[in-house]
């Protein structure tokens, strides 16, 4: 079974969005189409971001709360990677993305220029290369 590492843009834009491409991704995962790779950094960028101020217009912080812990009992958390990946971004904040689908042996997916930009080099994809 194929493994991804969905960053938490694509994350947050599945939660804000529901009809969305990242929200039919995420539904493929959950009708078993790929395994979801979390890891403890990843669910807290994503939390932090989608409790800022300017989402509750799209989901009140209960909301928040039950989507991350629905993402941590679907998907498969791994531990944050120590090593780095062997190729690296413009934004250091992205590093670990890289490295835990490196150390995973999972795509990444994003809709992120920066990491778009390298992926010649790697298998990172957009949500909807992905979903194809």
Do not use: N
């Amino acid at each position: 079974m194929r493994r991804a590492v969905l960053d938490s843009g694509v994350l947050v834009s599945a939660c804000i969005t529901p009809f969305g491409t990242p929200a039919l991704l995420l539904a493929q995962a959950h009708g078993a189409g790929f395994e979801l790779v979390l890891s403890p950094l990843l669910l807290g960028e994503l939390e932090t971001v989608l409790l800022r101020k300017k989402f509750r217009r799209y989901a009140s912080i209960d909301e928040v709360r039950d989507y991350v812990a629905f993402l941590r009992r679907f998907g498969t958390v791994e531990p944050d990677p120590d090593q780095r990946a062997p190729l690296s971004c413009r934004d250091p904040k992205d590093e670990y993305l890289l490295a835990l689908a490196y150390s995973q042996k999972a795509v990444l997916v994003s809709g992120d220029s920066h990491l778009l930009e390298i992926a010649s080099g790697a298998p990172i994809c957009g949500p909807a290369d992905f979903l194809r």
